[in-house]
């Protein structure tokens, strides 16, 4: 074999493990069913709850904000959600969200922000090799243990005048910083596959198939 050959052949195998290793390292499709229940919490802090043998819940809140079902996300879709559970935790109905209420959302809705523990330091790499501890240099709090963006309380960070008062152009405002967020290529919209995979889902366990029936 000459030299040209040789080095062909090297880099022929190159190109097929670096191929290779890049199906390795993607993440499972979105709507793989899980073995147990899931929490995702969205950006603007609504909770979505799942049943063992179905996705993880950041399909479910997907699928609800995309209101035209164009497979998209975009920026006043997103907003609208927001919208949404503002005015669903605006219990008393008079325009503000206050902090006996952040209080109450807080234990009552959404009890994982304060108790919930779900990634230990290289946790992660026990999953199905599509996810490494250092995805995450510090370990995610409260509810960044169940969303999009590291933050451990999105209700109470839309409180920007931090007196315990959420009025919705708060909310609105804080929608529009995480949407730049996760929009980063600046596409003015979100899919669900490029989303970013929240601790709880990348530890979660798949659903085990059953064998197929004899014929």
């Not at 195998?13 to 793989?32: E, N, W």
């Not at 330091?121 to 240099?137: C, H, I, L």
């Amino acid at each position: 074999m000459t030299l040209r050959s040789l080095t062909l052949a090297a880099a022929g195998l190159a190109a097929l493990s670096l191929a290779g290793a890049a199906v390795a390292a993607a993440p499972r499709p979105q709507t793989t069913p899980l073995a147990e229940p899931n929490l995702f919490i969205s950006p603007s802090g609504q909770p979505f709850r799942s049943r063992a043998g179905e996705p993880y819940p950041v399909v479910a809140w997907f699928e609800k904000t995309d209101a035209n079902h164009d497979g998209k996300i975009d920026r006043e879709e997103f907003k609208a959600e927001a919208k949404a559970f503002f005015d669903m935790m605006n219990v008393r109905k008079n325009g503000v969200i206050d902090d006996e209420i952040i209080a109450l959302y807080e234990k009552k809705v959404v009890p994982e922000i304060l108790t919930a523990n779900v990634l230990q330091p290289g946790a992660a790499s026990t999953t199905s090799g599509a996810y490494s501890s250092s995805d995450y240099k510090t370990q995610r709090q409260g509810a960044a243990q169940f969303g999009l963006i590291n933050n451990a309380e999105p209700l109470r960070s839309a409180d920007h005048s931090f007196r315990g008062l959420i009025r919705l152009p708060d909310m609105l405002a804080q929608a529009d910083a995480n949407f730049d967020i996760l929009d980063e290529d600046h596409r003015g919209y979100l899919t669900l596959e490029d989303l970013p995979r929240p601790p709880a889902e990348q530890v979660a366990q798949p659903a085990k198939t059953p064998p197929p029936k004899k014929k």
